[in-house]
């Protein structure tokens, strides 16, 4: 089972809030009830998969960092974290167009159309920095 936010955790795991559902997650999140704390808790989605026996998880390995931006100081220091590896890199980190382009989801024409809606911004410029890379490749 998953335990939401405990004071005493049985582990050192913690999920980190990225989730793909089947199309019973619309009946799943239908029962779920308030929790104690008056929420309505994804863990509770989450166990009703693990009680049918259809939830997977993935462990992330090292070199995987999982960023808490839940309060404005965690919210700074993630923050403050991918500045400093996008930064030292020379690379964006969880840029979408990026994954999607270099796994062969979309080709150069349409990375080319992300970097032009976005002209005139440093994402936009980064997209345009990939094409050019992948020219001169």
């Avoid at 080319?112 to 490749?137: H, I, M, V, W």
Wanted: proline residues 3%; charged residues 30%.
């Amino acid at each position: 089972a998953i335990q939401e936010k405990p004071e005493k955790p049985a582990s050192r795991w913690a999920v980190t809030g990225l989730y793909f559902y089947d199309a019973e997650i619309c009946d799943i999140a239908e029962a779920v009830k308030p929790s104690w704390r008056g929420e309505y808790e994804i863990t509770d989605v989450n166990n009703e998969y693990i009680r049918r026996g259809k939830l997977n998880a993935v462990k992330m390995g090292r070199g995987v960092a999982w960023l808490d931006s839940g309060t404005p100081t965690a919210l700074l220091q993630a923050s403050q974290f991918v500045r400093t590896i996008e930064e030292r890199q020379g690379m964006k980190m969880a840029c979408l167009e990026e994954v999607a382009f270099e796994q062969g989801f979309i080709d150069a024409g349409q990375l080319e159309g992300c970097a032009a809606e976005l002209k005139g911004t440093a994402y936009g410029e980064y997209l345009q920095d990939l094409l050019e890379r992948e020219a001169e490749s």
